[in-house]
């Protein structure tokens, strides 16, 4: 029994930074709500910063084998402080003043409480667990606006939470029943020469749950919804944060099973098919924020493709991690352009942006054309990773499709680049930009720049072995 | 008694639920199909507990089960509250104003 | 001494690219300037004869930049720098307009004239050689507001450039052949490579040369300046055709086909060019002819290997030939005319410049004692020891040759009628007069033109036969001279009393000009029409399709559909009716159709990927089951 | 025999009542159907010694759905026994899926070669499971503790629709 | 140095694109001052420049980048890429000079060519593969900026088409590299290395699946047929110095990945298939030249030649392949003269795209159709264009023929097939001489009249890159000094 509370140091900043942000916001009057901000900000500082502290320590489990404290959860643990002290920035000029804003900052710990565990937990049920913990903040998330739009997209993501929150109850039953434990160290052991027929069941079970997390195919429904109706902040927030914690949770899942079945296989079909829905569906969208939703669909699907080597070649983790890292702040950044000018939703609306506000225009280049993996920017050595990790696990055809849907993703970005450069028209009023979330925006893209310029001095960090 | 019967029982049980939850309009009745899916889930978890491996970490798993559900359906009856008042209906059939 | 070798190309080079470069800044200055470089460029040509220097230097790996004077280029060098000169001054008396650019080009030309005839590397002859068509270009076009002249200059220079491509393919085998570059070497290049490499300098030269079949092109050049065809098109960039071969005679031999081939190709030139000489009535037109049938006689020779005799004919011919076509310069400028029959009498008017006129037509007849009867006699005595035939076709030829130059020198000489100004002022105003500068060469290349027959006398000839190491090479008997003389003096005499026919296809230049129209240019411009039709409409709307498949696949974004959808239909209309004219590509139906076929699958797979988002619950679960389904499935069918 | 004797008929109660959910007339008779349910899968734990935990799913699922039925009065303004109702859609979709989702699962249930039992339970079940949520499993608890807080705050966040300022009437009509 | 080099435009760029207030001469006179420096820079490193032994680098820089995935910040210049480094200082030297009177947002324009010219150095200059493509993205983002941003008529489209199918080139090669990298037994994305390692020498399927991708990579942005198809509506809506850049020195960029990466590294894969490349060369020459020839825009014949001329490079490149009966000096002859192409084609093709400019500055056309008889009003315009256009048909004493000269004497050398190409350079006489004749003789008609001369902006760039490629016609070998040691190395590589 390894009962090390000083080892959850990030997740008990996480949660006790939730229940101050809404203790100390329940007493302040509305305008004075900066208050819980800073505490939320200040958790949000605390986190990260015992993260980094922990990342110095040896990788082991804490808690009767169902945490692991190690090189990915570090990184789970930073990119997901960091991604939610950017939401918070780039959201501060919508929420202050609303009746919601302190809710809003502890559904936001929360959830990324919620993430965080995903991503480091070794248990079956902590997962289970987890999961829950990151999906009702979401639903809170995503209805809080209360439009009929943000209500419609809430039920969705509710109903289809419900649903694979089940399928991932089913799969920890059976995985349970098969394995004879619940921990990740049990099964690896209890699952060897059980039948894969009822492995499979379950493990498609657990996996439906966590892609559902991610927003990938078959759990992708609801992602580009909740990225259209949902607040900005929010739906910057639920499009990076739970993908972190997912992925990285499947991954430590597909590590630990038998090789029974093409396990492998099934996540590489899988992620094609995301990344080619994703930038397919992407076409045609003129919401900027429908777009990016639907982007991040066909990102997971890049994603995933660490995923499917995990364990047959070392560089799928440090690929993996440093490519959630490098989606998260370009992904952000994408959110906080589309927040610092709130007026501009669709595609059209985006004329003259370089003219109005050139530096939100150039940081909104550098997302775009980092989510497309143009170098230098982090994504490009993300995907460069992740591509060499994925050859290297013998997936070179996955490679090639994910290569041809990455031209094909160009093609949407720079529908939305093209307009931001032409002549604004004559009569086209300036709806302004927010200042919080400008702000946010450039020093994103500035982060994207230099995670990819500095990729040299990250990658090594994230090359530790998982704690099982 | 078997453990193959439970488990049919269990699976029935899903079914029924899993056909709730496509077939009903009505977001409350969504969820009881739901609920009932969670069932099945239940009476599996217990069938596994004790025809496979009685540990303790089934017994905990129930728990969970449980504590989804009570959760699930605390969050359901939120969700359809928010968009009865801002809809106006509990149908999902008139909530598709976000497609493609 | 090699200082004087470079300066030989080196400072007509600058010169001239400096007076080009000036422009009408140059204009006043540029014939004195044009005329004291040649000068010097001629000092030097004779230094150099005496000295033969030799120098080379670094140009591209493995091949230098190889300058030397032999015997061979000791006789032509100076010949050319000479008339060069000759023609210069003429010119400054001719040309009035933009002379910047003329005598700069004009000295353009005479450093590449230089350095082919003391290149001994196929990289510096090359260079010079494509230079040299380059300038013709220039020149021929000189008038540039005249489309016709720049149609001429364009077909001259694309004509002796696909010729040159021999030289490319040349200078490939050789390395091949593992001969290298240098000129003396070619002959060394091993197995089926050395025919490649006399067939590519033998295609070059012939090209230059205005052999047959490449003749037609020294047709339309004529429409340039006179100086220009004077220079150019007789004495020496035609020349260096022959020269060429005379010079890589040792290869042509050593191929075993090439010297025959040379040698008739010649030898038919001098004939069939002789008799479109015979059926001209524009002066320059058969002067043009001439040239191209007297050259025949250099590259016979070259391919029998008489390259004394040939260079002889060359330097004779040279001088000639130059001279003639000044004179009709003179006459063209003064009475606006070249055609013959208005020029009837007109060296009664002139007798400065008919007198030389008439020695030239008559150097030309190969009437004795002038040049051209000595050297042709030369070549023909060696023709006879290869091939009897090949003496025949050779004096037939020299029988034609007889026939046009009286055909000129009777015209000429007669009585001008009285209506003679009505026949004037046909291509431009004429002068009525003729300005010393102009006169002053004429009789300097006519005296030329009588005495350079001592090229094959001896002491001069024998001394040349020796530097040139033909020592056991036969030597025209005393009757063949009798049968040569009396054949060129009866000709002329009969062709005094009897009319000329003038059959249509010798008038036409044989039709090759129009031959290589249909044979050639309009079938290539047929196919880069087809080919750009092809390009637009196929490679690039395969492209363009699949990115509308693409966006199509993604539905919507009206406006940018609309407008490639337009664009696709218009195109298609435009493509309809163009095919409807019998585009050449057969297989655009089953490529287009292809590209529009996959186009069309993906853009059905898009919408229908897209459509999966419902917005309907329900749906949602039931598409989730289904894909979980087939996971199942994967799983348990793949392990 | 006994336990085969009850559990087949506490199985026939559950499915039956699973079924009567989506067959009844109203979303109150629906709602005791589905506690019906719940109380006879809580039942049938108790055949497998699980006695705490069944009871737990049968108090928990009582109250649920007393719950559920005042939700629906209240917040719905529905009478739970008056509102006849069948509200279905691709009625034959949902059927499809769920019978080939059925056959698809009995048929792994059957085939599938299942492990044999390892190991015994515990003596005293509920103090295994409290060692066990003390123990090794403790994570598990406290992670549910910050899901019940954030079930709460979000809950209270989607179904209220005035926040702490409920003194800006303004806000929820523009909301 | 080097690093000096590449990034001094790169933090102009920054300091003019933050600048907003700057006054516009002041941005245009700070980018002319840059690429003047670059000049003087580059002179230094030309003058520095001593072969290397055993073919390997000068000005050498390496440091730790991603050591994780064995890449690192290492660049360097040799032979093959120190004549292209130069003509880039050269050629964006020549557009800043060019845009001196340019009014459209020439403090923005300024920026972005100036971070062109960063990538294009960078790329000529890196040693690593990840570097190389880095700089090899970056130059299509800025390319497409170029064209959306300051071209005319379909701009938008044509960029898009340029981004989208360049884009797919780059992520063709990106997988070859990765493919290379895996190979490499330690992994590594250093081109020395990898070259003296040659990796899937003995992987016959797996070399020429990588071999196929890169040559993908390369081949779209050279570009050869059929992958050339974005070339002509680029350089037709593309401004000036735009398609000068374009058709100068970033078309070299595909051409030169052939000799730096895919021939030394690939060996095996390279002989195996070089016939391919071979053929597909022969046909851009011919296909390129007479759909040139067909034209009747002559921006859009000029973007045709290079197609034909790119195709000279790859015949050369295939040839040298071509490993047979020993004829090594021919097949060194044949790649020295593929570098030289490339220096010459940039300095002559800029030259063409700068004064096929001009026309459309001053009436907004390029159809031949629309002018004749230029040569009256404008002889120094026809005159600079006679010069290009013959210089760019391959006449000897400039740069054309001297590469031309070794392409086919080597290429020939080293494979009889390569004879098919020579026709290639009598088409390109043909069509320049067509197009002279339609654009410039004759009675001046259409919009030619009163068609204004060029002034002292225009005329300095083209006349500085003729001249430079008549210096090189005329006296070759400092520049082939340079060029073939490392076109030995080259060809020893390939032939092991």
């Not at chain 2, 089934?58 to 605390?74: C, R, S």
Request: aromatic residues 8%.
């Amino acid at each position: 029994m390894h009962k090390e509370p000083l080892a959850l140091l990030p997740e008990i900043c996480l949660l006790v930074g939730a229940v101050t942000t809404l203790l100390a916001g329940s007493f302040l009057p509305r305008e004075r709500q900066w208050g819980a901000r800073l505490v939320a900000t200040a958790a949000l500082v605390a986190a990260g910063i015992t993260a980094a502290v922990a990342l110095a320590d040896p990788a082991r489990t804490v808690y009767g084998g169902t945490f692991a404290v190690d090189t990915a959860t570090g990184a789970v643990r930073l990119v997901v402080a960091a991604a939610t002290l950017l939401v918070i920035g780039l959201g501060v000029d919508e929420l202050a003043g609303t009746r919601r804003e302190s809710e809003t900052y502890a559904l936001l710990l929360l959830g990324a409480l919620g993430a965080t565990v995903m991503g480091s937990t070794t248990d079956l049920l902590v997962l289970a667990v987890a999961f829950l913990l990151g999906s009702i903040p979401l639903y809170g998330l995503v209805g809080m606006l209360r439009s009929p739009g943000a209500a419609e997209a809430a039920l969705k993501t509710y109903l289809l939470g419900a649903l694979f929150g089940i399928l991932l109850l089913l799969g920890t039953t059976v995985l349970y029943g098969l394995g004879g434990a619940t921990a990740y160290a049990g099964l690896a052991t209890g699952l060897e020469g059980a039948p894969v027929a009822a492995l499979a069941v379950g493990l498609l079970g657990v996996l439906a749950g966590l892609v559902f997390k991610a927003g990938g195919v078959p759990g992708h429904f609801w992602v580009p919804d909740a990225a259209q109706a949902a607040g900005t902040p929010a739906a910057a927030f639920l499009t990076t944060v739970p993908k972190v914690g997912a992925l990285v949770a499947v991954f430590r899942l597909v590590d630990v099973l038998p090789g029974s079945a093409d396990w492998p296989l099934l996540v590489a079909v899988l992620a094609a098919v995301t990344m080619t829905l994703g930038n397919l569906a992407a076409f045609a969208q003129s919401d900027v924020r429908r777009l990016l939703g639907w982007s991040t669909v066909s990102q997971v699907g890049y994603l995933l493709l660490p995923v499917a080597v995990a364990g047959r070649t070392g560089e799928a983790l440090p690929a993996l991690l440093f490519y959630l890292g490098a989606y998260a702040v370009t992904n952000l950044a994408a959110f906080a352009v589309v927040a610092a000018v709130p007026d501009r939703r669709g595609l059209e609306e985006s004329r003259g942006l370089a003219t109005a506000s050139p530096w939100l225009a150039g940081a909104l280049v550098v997302a775009l054309l980092g989510l497309v993996g143009t170098p230098p920017t982090a994504v490009f050595v993300g995907k460069l990773t992740v591509f060499t990790a994925a050859w290297d696990g013998g997936l070179a055809w996955l490679v090639v499709v994910a290569a041809a849907n990455t031209v094909a993703s160009l093609f949407y970005y720079l529908r939305w680049l093209a307009p931001v450069f032409r002549r604004p028209e004559e009569d086209a009023g300036d709806g302004g930009t927010r200042p919080f979330a400008a702000v946010a925006a450039v020093l994103a893209a500035a982060c994207i720049l230099g995670l990819g310029l500095a990729a040299g001095a990250v990658l090594p960090l994230l090359d530790g072995p998982l704690a099982r | 008694m078997t453990l193959q019967t439970v488990l049919l029982v269990a699976a029935a049980l899903f079914c029924v639920g899993l056909y709730g939850a496509i077939s009903q309009q009505v977001v409350v009745m969504v969820m009881m199909g739901l609920e009932l899916m969670l069932n099945g889930v239940i009476l599996a978890a217990g069938a596994f507990w004790w025809f496979l491996s009685p540990a303790p970490d089934g017994q905990v798993l129930l728990l969970v089960v449980i504590t989804a559900m009570t959760v699930e359906m605390a969050m359901g009856f939120a969700v359809a509250t928010l968009l009865h008042r801002s809809r106006g209906s509990d149908m999902t059939d008139m909530a598709t104003d976000l497609s493609r | 001494m090699t200082a004087l070798l470079w300066a030989l190309v080196v400072l007509p080079a600058v010169v001239g690219a400096l007076l080009c470069g000036a422009g009408r800044r140059a204009d006043r200055v540029a014939p004195a300037v044009a005329v004291g470089t040649a000068g010097l460029v001629l000092a030097a040509a004779i230094a150099v004869a005496v000295s033969r220097p030799a120098v080379s230097v670094p140009f591209l790996p493995g091949a230098d930049l190889g300058l030397a004077v032999d015997a061979l280029t000791a006789v032509v060098l100076p010949a050319v720098a000479a008339v060069t000169l000759l023609v210069l001054v003429f010119s400054a008396g001719e040309i009035t307009g933009a002379r910047g650019r003329f005598f700069g080009l004009m000295l353009l030309f005479e450093a590449a004239v230089a350095l082919t005839t003391v290149a001994t590397t196929l990289p510096a002859l090359l260079f010079a050689w494509e230079v040299m068509g380059a300038t013709s270009y220039a020149l021929i076009a000189f008038s540039w507001r005249d489309p016709d002249r720049v149609g001429a200059g364009t077909t001259a220079f694309l004509t002796t450039r696909a010729a040159d491509l021999g030289l490319y393919v040349a200078a490939g085998a050789a390395l091949a052949g593992g001969a290298g570059l240098g000129l003396d070497r070619l002959a060394d290049a091993g197995g089926p490579w050395l025919d490649v490499v006399a067939a590519g300098v033998l295609v070059a030269a012939l090209g230059k040369a205005a052999q047959l079949p490449f003749s037609f092109w020294l047709s339309r050049a004529m429409e340039g300046p006179s100086p220009v065809s004077a220079l150019l098109h007789s004495a020496a960039m035609v020349a260096m055709g022959g020269y060429l071969l005379l010079r890589t005679a040792p290869l042509l031999a050593a191929s075993g086909w090439a010297d025959d081939a040379a040698a008739w190709v010649g030898a038919l030139t001098a004939v069939a060019l002789g008799a479109v000489a015979v059926a001209q009535r524009d002066l320059k037109q058969l002067l043009a002819a001439s040239t191209a049938a007297q050259l025949g006689y250099v590259v016979l020779a070259a391919g029998v290997a008489a390259v004394s005799g040939g260079a002889a004919h060359l330097v004779a011919h040279a001088s000639t030939k130059a001279l003639l076509f000044l004179a009709a310069g003179a006459w063209l400028s003064a009475l606006g005319t070249k055609q013959l029959p208005a020029l009837r009498g007109a060296a009664r008017r002139w007798p400065v410049v008919g007198v030389p006129a008439a020695v030239g037509a008559l150097s030309l007849a190969g009437v004795v004692p002038l040049s051209l009867w000595a050297s042709k006699d030369e070549v023909l005595a060696v023709a006879r020891e290869h091939s009897l035939p090949l003496y025949v076709v050779g004096l037939a030829g020299a029988a034609l040759s007889a026939a046009y130059a009286g055909k000129v020198l009777w015209i000429l000489w007669r009585r001008p009628p009285a209506a003679a100004e009505s026949g004037y002022d046909t291509e431009r105003p004429g002068t009525r007069q003729v300005g010393g500068l102009q006169q002053a060469p004429l009789g300097v290349l006519a005296a030329g033109a009588a005495v350079l027959g001592l090229l094959v006398w001896p002491p001069v000839g024998t001394a040349i036969r020796t530097a040139l190491g033909e020592t056991g090479l036969p030597r025209p008997s005393v009757l063949e001279m009798v049968l040569s003389a009396v054949l060129a003096v009866g000709v002329v005499l009969a062709v005094g009393r009897l009319p000329l026919p003038e059959p249509r296809w010798a008038a036409g230049w044989l039709g090759l000009g129009t031959a290589t129209q249909v044979v050639a240019v309009r079938p290539v411009l047929r196919l880069a029409e087809a080919l750009a039709r092809f390009d637009d409409r196929v490679l690039d709307r395969s492209v363009t399709a699949a990115a509308v498949a693409v966006r199509g696949a993604a539905g919507g974004f009206a406006r940018f559909d609309d407008r490639v959808l337009d664009r696709a239909v218009e195109a298609t209309g435009t493509g309809g009716v163009r095919a409807a004219r019998g585009a050449a590509v057969a297989d655009t139906t089953g490529f287009d159709g292809a590209a529009e076929g996959v186009a069309a699958a993906l853009r059905r797979l898009g919408d229908l990927l897209r459509r999966t988002q419902t917005g309907q619950l329900h749906q949602y679960y039931v598409q989730a089951a289904v894909v979980l389904a087939a996971a199942l499935a994967l799983l348990l069918l793949t392990r | 025999m006994v336990d085969d004797i009850v559990f087949w008929g506490l199985a026939v109660v559950a499915v039956a009542s699973g079924i009567a959910v989506f067959r009844v007339d109203s979303m109150a008779r629906a709602t005791y159907a589905l506690a019906v349910s719940f109380v006879a899968v809580g039942l049938a734990l108790l055949l497998f010694g699980l006695d705490y935990l069944g009871v737990v799913v049968v108090l928990m699922m009582v109250m649920e759905m007393a719950i559920m039925a005042i939700y629906m009065i209240m917040f719905m303004g529905m009478n739970p026994a008056l509102m006849p109702m069948s509200m279905v859609h691709g009625k034959r979709t949902s059927l499809a899926v769920a019978g080939l989702t059925f056959a698809v699962l009995a048929a792994g249930i059957l085939l599938v070669d299942w492990p044999e039992r390892r190991g015994a339970p515990a003596a005293d079940l509920t103090l295994a499971v409290g060692r066990a949520v003390m123990g090794g499993k403790m994570l598990v608890m406290m992670t549910v503790s910050a899901v019940l807080f954030a079930t709460i705050v979000s809950a209270l966040v989607l179904a209220l629709p005035r926040g702490r300022y409920d003194d800006d009437p303004a806000d929820e009509a523009a909301s | 140095m080097l690093s000096l080099i590449v990034f001094l435009p790169l933090a102009a760029a920054v300091v003019l694109g933050a600048a907003r207030a700057l006054p516009d001469a002041v941005s245009r006179w700070t980018w002319l001052g840059v690429t003047v420096a670059e000049l003087a820079l580059v002179a230094v490193l030309v003058a520095g420049y001593d072969t290397p032994p055993d073919g390997g680098l000068a000005w050498e820089e390496r440091l730790r980048w991603i050591p994780s995935v064995g890449s690192s910040y290492h660049v360097g210049v040799d032979g093959l890429s120190l004549p292209l480094v130069a003509l880039t200082a050269v050629v964006f030297c020549a557009c800043a000079v060019h845009a001196l009177k340019d009014a459209r947002r020439p403090r923005a324009q300024a920026a972005l060519f100036l971070f062109l010219q960063s990538t294009c150095l960078g790329l000529f200059v890196a040693q690593d593969l990840i570097l190389f493509f880095v700089f090899f993205d970056l130059s299509i983002v800025g390319m497409y900026f170029v064209i959306a941003g300051w071209g005319h008529g379909g701009a938008a489209r044509s960029a898009l088409k340029f981004f989208l199918y360049t884009f797919l080139g780059s992520l063709a090669l990106l997988v070859g590299f990765i493919g290379l990298y895996l190979a490499a037994d330690p992994h590594t994305f250093d081109i020395p290395e990898l070259v003296a390692a040659a990796p899937l020498a003995d992987d016959a399927v797996a070399g020429a699946w990588v071999l196929g991708a890169i040559l993908l990579g390369l081949a779209v942005k050279t570009p050869t047929v059929p992958f050339h198809t974005w070339l002509p509506p680029a350089h037709t809506d593309a401004p000036a110095i735009g398609s000068a850049v374009l058709a100068g020195i970033l078309l070299k960029m595909g051409t030169y990945g052939f000799v730096r990466i895919a021939m030394p590294a690939l060996p095996d894969a390279w002989q195996a298939w070089a016939w391919v490349v071979l053929t597909v060369g022969v046909v851009s020459v011919l296909y390129g030249a007479l759909v040139a020839l067909a034209q009747t825009d002559v921006k859009r014949m000029i973007a045709y030649t290079s197609v034909n001329h790119m195709g000279y490079v790859l015949v050369a490149v295939g040839a040298a392949g071509v490993v047979a009966d020993g004829a090594q000096e021919a097949r060194e002859l044949a790649v020295t003269g593929a570098v030289t192409q490339m220096v010459s084609h940039g300095l002559i093709t800029s030259a063409l795209f700068l004064l096929a400019g001009v026309l459309h500055d001053r009436v907004g056309s390029y159809a031949m159709a629309d002018f004749g008889g230029l040569a009256a009003p404008a002889p120094r315009y026809a005159g600079l264009f006679a010069v290009g256009a013959f210089a760019s048909l391959g006449l000897p004493a400039f740069s054309g023929f001297v590469a031309e000269f070794q392409i086919f004497a080597g290429s020939i050398g080293a494979t009889w097939f390569a004879v098919l190409a020579v026709p290639g350079i009598l088409l390109t006489a043909a069509l320049f001489l067509r197009a002279y004749q339609r654009l410039f003789t004759g009675p001046t008609a259409g919009r030619a009249e009163g068609f204004p001369d060029l002034r002292t902006h225009e005329l300095l760039p083209v006349g500085g890159l003729l001249l430079l490629s008549l210096l090189i016609g005329v006296v070759p070998w400092p520049l082939l000094d340079l060029i073939a040691p490392a076109a030995e190395t080259v060809v020893g590589l390939v032939s092991r």
